[in-house]
């Protein structure tokens, strides 16, 4: 089992930056990759980024490259996902997931479906 718990949500104005931060526990964080997702109000979960198990490969979708950074801390077991130059369209629920089978990052991982634990989400809302 793996627990997952997000923080660093919150309303900001266009072109701030936020820190999201994703505490995990249960199983050793080390050994697995992670994910973070959005879904705004209406809008299906969309994949934003993905970080291997030793924080050395990352994967991004092409609507946050540049401006998003996933990071890890594994001595802290969190992740995290800078974000800067924040648009309102940017405004959702972010989540955090692990894939406690996989240790690398490709193209499945843009996948919902590719990740077993997920948190519970923390709201970022970017006002124009």
């Known amino acids: 089992q793996v627990q997952l718990v997000e923080s660093g949500g919150g309303l900001v104005q266009a072109g701030g930056s936020l820190r999201l931060s994703c505490a995990a526990s249960?199983?050793?964080?080390?050994?697995?990759?992670m994910g973070w997702f959005r879904q705004a109000p209406g809008k299906e979960r969309e994949f934003v980024a993905a970080?291997?198990?030793?924080?050395?490969?990352?994967y991004y979708a092409d609507s946050v490259k540049g401006r998003f950074t996933i990071t890890r801390d594994n001595a802290k077991n969190t992740v995290y996902l800078q974000i800067r130059s924040l648009r309102p369209e940017d405004t959702a629920a972010y989540y955090c997931?692990?894939?406690?089978?996989?240790?690398?990052?490709?193209?499945?991982?843009?996948?919902?479906?590719?990740?077993?634990?997920w948190g519970q989400g923390t709201q970022v809302t970017v006002s124009s």
């Open positions: 249960g199983r050793t964080f080390s050994r697995y990759a």
């Open positions: 970080i291997s198990w030793s924080g050395g490969m990352t």
């Open positions: 997931a692990a894939d406690t089978l996989s240790h690398f990052v490709g193209r499945n991982s843009g996948s919902p479906g590719a990740y077993d634990y």
